[in-house]
């Protein structure tokens, strides 16, 4: 099993500010089909092949608008060295192995003409990531490890998170969580998600995941709930923006960019939101700022194809967080 890239010099003691991501690395065909798929025979729709994955989108969109990103995962041995170039292209480290004996998790994204997706998974090589994939330095000159709920849903990976939340704890870190999607987060079980995300003092779902965490019927009020269990809950509304709840209070709520164009596809949307919140966080946004940061990547995210930001336009985009 080849190992994973060296770090870099980091920021020192006191002043880290670095963001791990603990998450899945996939590769991604995206099918953008104009009119519904027919069973038993062909529809026309333009195919792309992207580079994917939850946390790793979130690491590739972090690094994108200027956070010092890295992305703890496992590739395949069919793709690895192109998953690879992708994240370091755009600016992350990437601490990754490479599967010997699977390939890498692959999603078939088929996308109707609203941007909405349906998806077929298969987890390949991100199924079998375990703590032999940690390393000791992985939290040297981190402010956050952030960690895709992929990753708690094999009994490995599960055990990879509770060494890495162990260590984040006793190094004064602050750790994140995304609660990934309803169905295995549902077959995970909600009492069992919660217990293992206690640590976290900030957890970013979607509408449906914090309707479904809390019981409730309204998306302020899970916010809210969520919040008096970790500190801070941000809650992704798509195209009706998003809120933030801290300490059982509503700190801010925001509207979906008003500059964003035509949803092309819907994929990474939610994770370059919270690469943009995360990353003016440890900017030193407020919550209304680093809201408003996490709607327009997103808003940038659903204007492409594929969940990752475009290179090749800059390597690192960055948003004015204070205004002059």
């Not at 192995?97 to 890498?104: I, V």
Request: glycine share 12%; with cysteine.
């Amino acid at each position: 099993m080849s190992q994973p890239t060296a770090l870099p010099g980091r920021t020192g003691p006191g002043g880290a500010a670095g963001l791990l991501v603990i998450g899945d690395i996939v590769t991604d065909v995206v099918a953008i089909h104009g009119t519904p798929v027919a069973s038993g025979t062909d529809t026309d729709a333009d195919i792309a092949l992207r580079p994917g994955g939850s946390g790793a989108n979130t690491a590739a969109w972090a690094a994108y608008l200027g956070a010092d990103a890295r992305l703890l995962g496992r590739a395949g041995y069919d793709s690895a060295d192109w998953h690879l170039s992708e994240l370091t292209k755009v600016g992350v480290t990437p601490l990754v192995l490479t599967d010997p004996d699977y390939p890498t998790a692959v999603v078939i994204a088929m996308v109707d003409p609203s941007g909405e997706r349906s998806m077929l998974t298969n987890r390949g090589a991100g199924g079998r990531i375990s703590p032999a994939d940690w390393r000791a330095d992985a939290l040297d000159g981190v402010a956050r490890l952030h960690l895709s709920a992929y990753t708690f849903f094999t009994p490995s990976g599960l055990d990879l998170v509770r060494l890495a939340v162990a260590e984040a704890v006793s190094r004064d870190v602050t750790i994140s969580v995304d609660p990934a999607s309803t169905g295995p987060l549902r077959a995970f079980g909600l009492d069992r998600f919660l217990a293992e995300t206690a640590a976290a003092r900030l957890i970013i779902p979607n509408r449906d995941e914090a309707l479904l965490l809390t019981g409730e019927s309204d998306p302020e009020r899970a916010a809210l709930a969520l919040s008096r269990r970790y500190g801070t809950a941000v809650v992704k509304l798509g195209g009706d923006g998003a809120l933030v709840a801290v300490d059982g209070e509503l700190r801010a709520v925001a509207a979906a960019s008003g500059t964003a164009g035509a949803v092309v596809d819907s994929t990474g949307a939610g994770d370059a939101f919270a690469a943009g919140y995360l990353t003016a966080k440890l900017q030193g946004a407020d919550e209304p700022q680093a809201l408003e940061q996490g709607i327009k990547a997103g808003a940038e995210c659903v204007a492409l194809v594929g969940g990752r930001p475009r290179y090749g336009l800059a390597t690192k985009h960055l948003y004015p967080i204070h205004a002059d």
